[in-house]
């Protein structure tokens, strides 16, 4: 199986949950409840959990706390 780059890439279609929470500077423990809460846009993958990178990025966008 393919390993997903551990590095977050806004041109894939998804990203995995260790290279989200690094980009955006939360715990992996906190971004897999995050994403298994479907707090963020995520799904599975046999056993991976995937965020998607397009509503993830919409997501972020649409956070009132992230615009000053």
Same mark, same amino acid.
């Given at each position: 199986? #393919? %390993? ?9 279609? !998804?990203?995995?949950?260790?290279? *989200?929470? $690094? ?11 995050? #994403? %298994? ?9 046999? !056993?991976?959990?995937?965020?998607? *990178?397009? $509503? ?13």
């Amino acid at each position: 199986m #393919a %390993r997903l780059p551990s590095v977050f890439d806004p041109t894939r279609p !998804t990203n995995s949950v260790e290279a *989200t929470a $690094a980009y955006i500077g939360v715990s992996r423990g906190l971004a897999y409840e995050l #994403a %298994r809460s479907g707090e963020w846009p995520a799904l599975r993958a046999g !056993t991976r959990l995937l965020v998607k *990178t397009e $509503a993830f990025l919409r997501l972020l966008d649409a956070d009132p706390a992230r615009e000053s």
